[in-house]
């Protein structure tokens, strides 16, 4: 009869165990499931700013160019003296 509560007592205490460890296995995946989502929500929202950025650059990039060839439909000729004079003063410079 000792024998049978000591092979007992044994298993209980490895289910314990098991138990325990099972608890905890089920806590780390809990926690790096919680830790993928905050990642990934975390770079969702990077590349949500990063396409509002691009794309108000862009805005800014077509505003420019339009403004620009407003200016040398406007002024041709002035436009055309003024390149010639910033080709010619980076001529200079490089020389």
Known sequence: M???DAV????NVVEKVA???DAAAQKTAKAAQSAADSVSKTARQAKDKAEQALDGGQDYLEEALSCAK??????????VAGVAAIAYLLGRLRA
């Open 2 to 4: 000792a024998q049978d």
């Open 8 to 11: 007992d007592q044994a298993k």
């Open 19 to 21: 138990d325990n460890v």
């Open 70 to 79: 407003d200016v040398i439909r406007t002024h041709p000729i002035t436009t």
